[in-house]
């Protein structure tokens, strides 16, 4: 069986979610962490009108001048005239025919209501209109992912709603009759890693996850493959499942999805750490991602396949591989791509971690990324390699 190079699974993962759900319009309250259908356009020029920057006075002429009046925000102001001073706050529409303003710090106020000064720079000290934005201009296109600061300057420019495409929903399965899911295991078992850090990943990559708590391991027979992924998939759209991608004498994950009807999207890629993974569509559209069961492979699984499929499924691009410099050597690992756990240090420079064994996580603790060392090669300190940089924060854009 020709296994698919790791960029070529990437893709093929991102393609497999095109045929995303259709967008929904939502209240700005709840479109955080969802991704924009459509472009973000202002409903009006930014700001509408000319606006005060700073608290004083808008005059006109040459001072003193004579006071005449006061404007503050949400009001609208009279005609300046010739040898006046309107008091004026932050934010407030400039009378029209006002040619300057002195910031309150700046100005005197005389006991025959006079008001004198010095503007403290040649030019105005207000926002014209379109400053930041013309009435109509796209401020963020398609497929960006929606932060606090999105629903921020939606609602500036005049938005109540958004068309948007909600996070897809992702559950775990975690295989394996050796696995504990609490305190330290007795000898023969193995404490279950997986289960408790893979809702973080999913959420950071822009997915939900619905994960019970305690999550249970499911037990080593193929009728308890089948009914948990069948169970899982009525309430998720992705599944991701941990151990069985291999066909062992207990990897039950291949003959459960033949018996679901499932069609492989990438079956097992050609990347170490990392292998086996697989991701298949299930009948329905419901997808499921096979993860190795070593610890750092289940993170490479997810992040190679994962990743790429929510940012599909939401309409956004391609998660971007960065360009870095190495600070040290890196093994490359034959005809597969090798994905180096690797720290940014502060010269800048990427080195690459000790105890990066695909059952351990002591380096994936202290990493930013995987170096991507490209197959039948390996790199040199001072090289240029891609950097597959983790995603820190939930729906951080790819």
Known sequence: MTRPDWHTARVAAHAAGANAPEPV???????????????????TALPAFVTASVDGYAVRG???????GRV???????????????EIATGAVVPPGAEQIVRVEDATRGPDGTV???????????????????????LLPAGTPVTPGVVGIAAQCG??????????????LVFGDELVTSGVPGRGHVRDSLGPQLPGWLRRIGAVPTVPAPLEPVADTLAAHVDAIATAAGTAEIV?????????PVDHLHAALSELGAEYVVNTVAV?????VLLARLPGGRFVAGLPGNPQ??????LTVVWPLVAGLTGRPLPRLHRVRTGAPVPGRGDDTHLALARIELDGLAYPLPHNGSAMLRGLARADGFLVVPPGSEARAGDSLELLAFPLHPGERP
């Open 272 to 276: 170490r750490p990392g292998f086996p």
């Open 297 to 302: 492979s289940a993170v490479i699984g997810l």
């Open 116 to 138: 004198d000064g010095r503007p403290r720079r040649d030019t105005p000290e207000w926002r014209t209109p379109g400053e930041e934005a013309a009435e109509g201009e796209e």
């Open 25 to 43: 319009t939502l209240p700005l309250s709840d479109v955080d962490g969802c991704t924009l259908a459509e472009p973000l356009r202002t409903r």
């Open 159 to 172: 938005h109540d709603t958004l068309l948007v495409r909600r996070p897809p929903r992702a559950t775990v």
């Open 72 to 86: 503050l925000a949400g009001q609208v102001p009279v005609a300046s005239q010739p040898g006046t001073a309107v």
């Open 240 to 248: 991701c499942t941990t151990g069985g991608t291999m066909r062992g």
């Open 62 to 68: 040459p001072g003193p001048w004579r006071l005449a």
